[in-house]
Nanobody, 126 residues
Framework: QVPLAEAGGGLVQARGSLRLSCVGS????????MAWFRQRPGTARELVAA????????NYADFVKGRFTSSRDSAKSAVYLQMNNLKFEDTAVYFC???????????????????WGQGTQVTVSS
């Protein structure tokens, strides 16, 4: 059973908005950091945003600061990603992850997270 389920991907025009959601199933993540990663064609999976279990602390990649916002509903083991002012280069498969650190330093962030969803495609047309 896949522990996390993403929803909300789709096709959007540049400068448009999308909201992704992710809910844990079969496991509670109310006390775990949850995060969003993305993988663009031909590139490694990269961290987009991480949110502490309380929702009070966040860590965003530089390339989304000021455009994306991530929030939590820990009671539902859910995490959300509001994406505004989307760019063509934001086109990627977006993955939800849990059970990892809020800050990953220079490490391969994706290797530090234990649970993953199957991903949802976001396509931004220019």
């Amino acid at each position: 059973q896949v522990p996390l389920a993403e929803a909300g991907g789709g096709l959007v025009q540049a400068r448009g908005s999308l909201r992704l959601s992710c809910v844990g199933s079969g496991r509670a993540y109310s006390r775990e950091t949850m995060a969003w990663f993305r993988q663009r064609p031909g590139t490694a999976r990269e961290l987009v945003a991480a949110v502490s279990w309380s929702g009070y602390s966040t860590n965003y990649a530089d390339f989304v600061k000021g455009r994306f916002t991530s929030s939590r509903d820990s009671a539902k083991s859910a995490v959300y990603l509001q994406m505004n002012n989307l760019k063509f280069e934001d086109t990627a498969v977006y993955f939800c992850a849990a059970r990892g650190p809020l800050y990953t330093g220079s490490a391969d962030a994706s290797s530090l997270y234990e649970d993953w969803g199957q991903g949802t495609q976001v396509t931004v047309s220019s």
